[in-house]
């Protein structure tokens, strides 16, 4: 079971490729086994060659959460849109939770339930907390602010893991923590710096998304391996729920009827976009799950941290914000950080891997000598 980080969200996925195999970069196939079916957009590309298949795959992931990353930021460019990215995460949370009924529906298992009311309970508000309070940040951070934040969830996780499970942690989890701790203050002195909008509260919440993204992975990993629940049934568990949270905290804060009287006074801008919003993360949360399965985490998130990547520097370009060399160090900064990060958790593969590599490499010039 593999914790995949899938851009405001995160779910498990099953068992992938790779796991108690040898290690490979690009994905392989066997001939003995025989092959998981494979959709995209409901298109069936199981006899794609593997290749094709993480190609089409990957460029997916690119197309869509560019996307979704780009209609967030246009929304929040709306005069008098920054109060109300709670609303915006209510709507978001409708649109998951239909999506994902009818795509339960439309299983031969049907809509069921495998992991307790109370579980989902605990999921949902952990979801509200990690998606509303990124969705609120963007209305006081500059967007790549509050993605490099997003790419960070090792600190607070680290962090928890000491205090709460008294866990220790080697000198690469620390070397790693380090980095990205380092890269997130060259970020946020660049922002004090350069940012006419710059705001503290932007920071609180974004911090707190990362606390609650940092814990609901061991939730969600303890409790689809404990009752076998598929990913489509935590979606629509988690997000309906959630839609009922975030509903009563707009009640109680008294901001449900001025931020549907905003909304509607902006239609396009505001529903138009949000529906596009909504499709683009649902639509890349499955296509993630699907690289997963095809490729295995670790390539995932390689593709994943690209997008991440040219997502921050398309921000740049497409939305008009005072630029510092400050970000482009501190972005390399935190990219060297997760990196030694994923070493760290695939070391053994890695070095087999690379083992491999330089052996082939030393004995191809004995082949030619011999003349093999």
Request: charged share 15%.
């Amino acid at each position: 079971m593999k914790e995949v980080d899938i851009g405001d969200s995160k779910l498990m996925s099953g068992p992938t490729e790779g796991e108690g195999q040898d290690f490979r970069m690009l994905p392989s196939t066997r001939q003995d086994v025989a092959p998981q079916r494979v959709y995209l957009l409901g298109f069936n590309i199981t006899h794609w060659p593997s290749t094709a298949q993480f190609l089409i795959l990957s460029f997916a992931v690119f197309f869509f959460y560019i996307g979704y990353g780009y209609m967030q930021e246009l929304m929040f460019r709306l005069d008098g849109m920054r109060p109300y990215g709670w609303y915006l995460t209510f709507i978001q949370f409708l649109f998951y939770t239909i999506f994902s009924y009818f795509e339960m529906a439309s299983s031969s298992s049907g809509v069921v339930r495998h992991i307790p009311i109370k579980v989902y309970l605990q999921l949902a508000f952990y979801t509200v907390a990690t998606m509303g309070l990124s969705n609120a940040a963007i209305g006081y951070l500059n967007y790549p602010t509050q993605v490099i934040f997003k790419c960070c969830k090792l600190i607070p996780v680290l962090i928890g893991g000491i205090i709460i499970q008294g866990k220790r942690y080697g000198w690469l989890d620390g070397l790693s923590a380090s980095l990205m701790s380092f890269g997130l203050i060259l970020f946020s002195l660049a922002d004090s710096q350069v940012s006419p909008n710059f705001d503290p509260r932007g920071y609180i919440m974004i911090l707190g998304a990362l606390v609650a993204d940092a814990v609901i992975g061991n939730v969600q990993e303890k409790s689809m391996k404990k009752f076998g629940a598929q990913n489509t049934e935590v979606v629509f568990y988690s997000y309906s729920i959630g839609s009922i949270y975030i509903f009563i905290f707009l009640l109680l804060k008294w901001e449900l009827f001025d931020a549907m009287s905003f909304f509607w006074n902006h239609p396009r801008e505001t529903y138009g976009y949000g529906v596009i919003f909504s499709v683009l993360g649902y639509v890349g949360v499955n296509v993630v799950l699907t690289l997963v399965r095809t490729t295995g985490a670790l390539t995932a998130v390689t593709v994943t941290t690209m997008r991440k990547a040219v997502t921050i520097i398309l921000s740049f370009v497409f939305f008009e914000k005072p630029f510092t060399s400050t970000y482009l160090w501190a972005g390399l900064v935190v990219l060297i950080a997760i990196y030694v990060n994923l070493y760290n958790k695939n070391k053994t593969k890695w070095d087999g891997y690379m083992a491999q590599y330089f052996q082939k490499r030393q004995y191809l010039p004995t082949m030619k000598v011999s003349g093999i």
